[in-house]
């Protein structure tokens, strides 16, 4: 699968409060609407500016903080197509792989704010048109490419009835 | 092989001996979930034709976060909870009666138990010898219906806490210590173990606050061997049956191993915005604070309420200060008012909450204006935390809150105990 579109830059320990901050905790039943203050408290223009297919970058510990799955919900709500960053907190990266929304673990100095990238998520690769490099992305563990590939946790057991893993 | 008590507890609930690295499904004793992750629980349940518990007994909903609540949109979600514990026969803890982790300190885990819930918190259980992990609503949704989760044994990093603490420092700055040392992901997937004497000396309200933190290292949990002070604190809740020795392998494989001096630390401050921003309190003294809270389930227990009012007796908080005291669960705030402990708080100017979250979510009560700080004795000060991105939290242990409160900035409470 491909996924293209430009690259917004966050930086380290980017936590689940700047993602879905706790004043809102009133829309957490209405997703589309809690979606337009995604990242607010990391940049509160961030829902206005960025355009459906769009990446967030962010640096190490990305995601950290409360196990609210409406923070990987709202990312993927407001038509983000993957999360790449150096490391992802170890909740938000599970949170993730249930809904459906693809976080690469990849070296992200070398993506700049603005950079268009092309994604091969078989391949594992990150192309920055931008500047012509090619980045690759740590592979899955085997269990969560099997979630992944069935459209997250709930179709999985939809699927299969069971944890089929 | 020896086993790491991670190791241990996933063993004896898959069947047979795992070890770090491997992945397996198996049994959950409790599932949890509070008002603010139940309702996208349930409703992916509803999506799946799943609308049921497999231990409804053991299966727990907390009103607890927006409690009582604030707004229509969280009163419906709460009564959408209500109904499905209603239709499921699953328990409703409901507003009042306290914060998740204390309640499930107090009611449902036991030694050798595997929680699971939907709060990052969850491994606040670990005290009392669970393998207690936090996860998102659809895992948590799943386990509850399913009566099993998906788990990745956890390399364990063990802390050995040796020595004791001076007066005036306490298990809060162990852990704000450990998190500034290693950093905010410097445990990230892994258990960390705690053990030591300052440990083994500590109740089981000091060891529940190590145990809450432990996911502010990254931690998937944090996990205490049970013993005799887990055995007298079940018989207090009236669960002594529910005791059973769980203890590490002497000869366990630890990834990694830090040793803390427990007579070495001071009080220990984290500075806006994240947890691992630690700073001694000479460092920190003398900061300006316009809101102390003294509260959640890190450190809302009636030992906390106790320690800060040794330091508020008698004393009045500094007019330019409001104090905040929100005790962790209603039975903690009961023990606080039939000792003394609340009237002493309020006679030095304290407001006090109903037992729940509190402040620290930033949903409700307490917000900070533009500008204000804070110093709370809650587990997280992330931007935007308490309701205003435009606010700064200090995170520190009851003693320094007390300290602060009298003294209308960062204060050393060991100043004021002499």
Same mark, same amino acid.
């Given at each position: 699968m491909i996924l293209k579109g430009k690259a917004w830059t966050f930086g380290d320990d980017i936590s689940t409060d700047h993602i879905?901050?706790?004043?809102?905790? =009133?829309l957490r039943s209405n997703l589309p609407e809690l979606a337009k203050h995604v990242l607010e408290d990391a940049d509160p223009e961030f829902a206005g500016k960025m355009t459906p297919g769009d990446f967030v970058v962010g640096g190490?510990?990305?995601?950290?903080?409360?196990?609210?799955?409406h923070a990987p919900r709202i990312i993927r709500v407001a038509g983000v197509s993957a999360v790449l960053a150096k490391s992802f907190a170890r909740i938000f990266f599970r949170n993730a792989i249930n809904v459906g929304l693809p976080v690469l673990i990849c070296d992200t100095d070398r993506i700049s704010a603005g950079d268009r990238l092309r994604v091969d998520l078989s391949r594992g690769t990150i192309e920055n048109q931008a500047t012509g490099e090619t980045i690759r992305f740590e592979p899955l563990p085997d269990v969560m490419v099997t979630i992944l590939n069935d459209g997250g946790l709930a179709e999985h057991i939809r699927k299969h009835g069971d944890f089929r893993l | 092989m020896g086993m790491t008590l991670a190791e241990k507890i996933i063993s004896s609930r898959f069947g047979e001996e795992v070890h770090a690295g491997q992945f397996v499904v198996c049994k959950v004793d409790v599932c949890l979930a509070q008002d603010g992750t139940a309702p996208l629980a349930v409703r992916e349940l509803q999506g799946l034709g799943?609308?049921?518990?497999?231990d409804p007994a053991r299966t727990v909903f907390f009103l607890d976060h927006a409690a009582p609540s604030p707004r229509r949109e969280l009163s419906n979600d709460h009564m959408f909870i209500r109904e499905f514990g209603r239709k499921t026969g699953s328990v409703v803890s409901e507003?009042?009666? *306290?914060v998740c982790h204390q309640r499930i300190a107090e009611d449902y885990a036991a030694p050798g138990d595997i929680v699971i819930g939907?709060?990052? =918190?969850?491994? $606040?259980?670990?005290?009392?010898g669970s393998f207690a992990t936090g996860m998102g609503s659809t895992d948590v949704a799943i386990g509850i219906a399913l009566g099993r989760t998906w788990l990745r044994v956890p390399e364990t990093y063990h802390i050995v806490v040796k020595g004791a603490f001076q007066p005036g420092v306490e298990a809060k700055d162990v852990i704000l210590h450990l998190i500034g040392m290693i950093?905010?992901? *410097?445990?990230?997937y892994k258990a960390l173990e705690f053990s030591g004497e300052a440990v083994v000396a500590m109740d089981m309200s000091d060891r529940l606050t190590l145990a809450n933190m432990a996911v502010e290292a990254g931690a998937k949990a944090g996990i205490i061997a049970s013993d005799e002070k887990t055995r007298a604190y079940l018989e207090a809740q009236g669960?002594? =049956?529910q005791y059973k020795p769980v203890v590490p392998d002497p000869d366990a494989v630890y990834e990694r191993v830090i040793e803390i001096?427990?007579?070495?630390?001071v009080p220990t401050v984290s500075f806006p =915005? $994240?947890?691992?921003?630690t700073r001694t309190i000479d460092q920190a003294k003398g900061i300006k604070i316009h809101q102390v809270v003294l509260g959640t389930? $890190?450190? *809302?227990r009636h030992l906390d309420l106790q320690r800060a009012a040794a330091i508020l007796k008698g004393r009045r908080i500094n007019p330019s200060v409001r104090l905040l005291v929100v005790p962790a669960s209603r039975k903690i705030m009961l023990d606080a008012l039939r000792d003394g402990t609340i009237e002493t708080l309020v006679e030095a100017g304290a407001s006090i909450g109903t037992?729940?979250?509190?402040p620290c979510v930033g949903v409700h009560m307490g917000a900070l204006g533009d500008g204000e700080t804070c110093l709370a004795t809650q587990n997280r000060n992330f931007?935007?935390?308490? *309701?205003?991105?435009n606010g700064e939290i200090y995170l520190a242990s009851p003693q320094v809150a007390a300290a602060t409160a009298l003294a209308g900035e960062i204060a050393d409470p060991r100043e004021v105990l002499q």
């Open positions: 879905a901050p706790g004043r809102y905790f =009133h190490n510990n990305f995601g950290l903080g409360s196990s609210r799955e | 799943l609308e049921r518990a497999q507003v009042g009666e *306290g939907a709060d990052s =918190h969850t491994c $606040t259980a670990g005290a009392l950093g905010a992901d *410097g445990a990230t669960r002594g =049956h001096d427990a007579s070495s630390l =915005h $994240t947890v691992d921003n389930c $890190t450190n *809302g037992p729940g979250c509190g931007k935007g935390r308490m *309701g205003n991105p």
